[in-house]
């Protein structure tokens, strides 16, 4: 070997010898990845909310965060389509953020909250429970329904997810077309 080799060998086994005595470890991040004490998190999540064994809605959500033994989880970007008993589509819904109670089968959307059913009605509202026990929508906020060029608006409302029987809570307004009240 030649006397250049052997200092350039020793020094790079030197420096090696250096490097293996870095005891530090890789960075460890002091803030949780489970924000606000949640027991899990789930991201593109899709389940069913069901009565009796019927599919009444199916729910997909960005980001499932898990609270409360895992009964209660809280949605991000949510996405519900809901049907009727008989397995038709009935409507869609759309909101920023929700909950699904899993002991009461229920939930609730928030935040830019639109439903809109197979007919063509739009609802919007900042708040809205589903109870598909009762095959119901509902929201003690204010809302708008639009029906083609009738507008309708008021503070609360109960109806089925196709908003094809509405009963409004209160401070009720229609704008548009005539609507047609049925005789008995």
């Known amino acids: 070997m030649t006397r250049t080799f052997c200092v350039a060998l020793c020094a790079c086994v030197g420096l090696s010898v250096i490097a293996c005595d870095d005891t530090q470890g890789p960075p460890v991040s002091s803030v949780s990845l489970l924000p606000d004490s949640a027991e899990q998190m789930l991201m593109g999540v899709t389940f069913l909310l069901t009565d009796a064994g019927v599919r009444r809605a199916n729910v997909r959500a960005d980001t499932l965060l898990m609270y409360e033994d895992n009964t209660r989880e809280e949605l991000r970007q949510i996405r519900a389509v809901f049907y009727t008993p008989e397995g038709e589509q009935d409507a869609v819904l759309t909101a920023l953020t929700g909950m699904h109670n899993s002991r009461l089968g229920t939930m609730e959307a928030r935040g830019n909250v639109i439903v809109v059913s197979t007919k063509g009605q739009t609802l919007t509202s900042p708040h809205l429970r589903y109870d598909p026990n009762r095959n119901e929508i509902s929201s003690d906020s204010a809302f708008t329904l639009t029906e083609g ?16 029987n509405m009963r409004i809570l209160a401070a009720a307004s229609v704008t548009g077309s005539q609507v047609k009240i049925p005789r008995r």
């Open 149 to 164: 060029e009738r507008i309708t608006k008021g503070i609360g409302f109960v109806s089925n997810p196709d908003m094809t």
